[in-house]
């Protein structure tokens, strides 16, 4: 799941980020208001964690125009404001929860698999195919019944799968969505992951689930 980190305190927004990315979610930082609607109102995010105090541009006006643009991605608002008035002001302008500074990472994570699990319901929390399944929530993942341990990016990449299946991905489709990032055509990073995956998903299954599309890229179908 991808989460936009909206913070100008670069020890704040980098202790998040490791955080979140210690628990699986692929995680972007923008450092001022400004390109922090930018962003959300460009790519596709799961949660935008969003600090109240910007420059640019205040965390209450980006929920607002976010808002008024139809942009109804979970907002998790940061701040040290803590009072009535302020908690207030802060849900009204469209946020869906608030976190008051300092607050404890487990808080903080917490808040966000819950609206992570109420943006889920919504979608329906488990993907599934063929036998195999993963909770977008949890990040766990199961072939039958049998729970796979993935790295970050593994699962990153499986759910890229998982919410494209029977469509041939490409390489560059890949690296675009799982490392936001265009990759040299002659690398062989995305070769390397998808090997790693297909070793736990496939490995031990009767099944291959994973399949190459020569000189394409890959494809998340069931053997013909």
Known sequence: MKILVVEDEKKVSSFIKRGLEEEKYDVDIANDGEEGLRMALEKAYDLIVLDWMLPKRDGLSVVREMRGRSTMTPVLMLT?????????AGLDSGSDDY???????????????ALLRRSEMDRGAELRFADLRIDPVTHKVWRSEKEIDLTAKEYALLEYFMRNPNQVLTRTMIADHVWDYTFDSFTNIIDVYVNYLRKKIDRDADKKLIHTVRGVGYILKEED
């Open 80 to 88: 040290a404001k803590d009072s009535v008035e302020d908690i207030v």
């Open 99 to 113: 976190l008051t500074k300092p607050f404890a990472f487990a808080e903080l994570l917490a808040r966000v698999r």
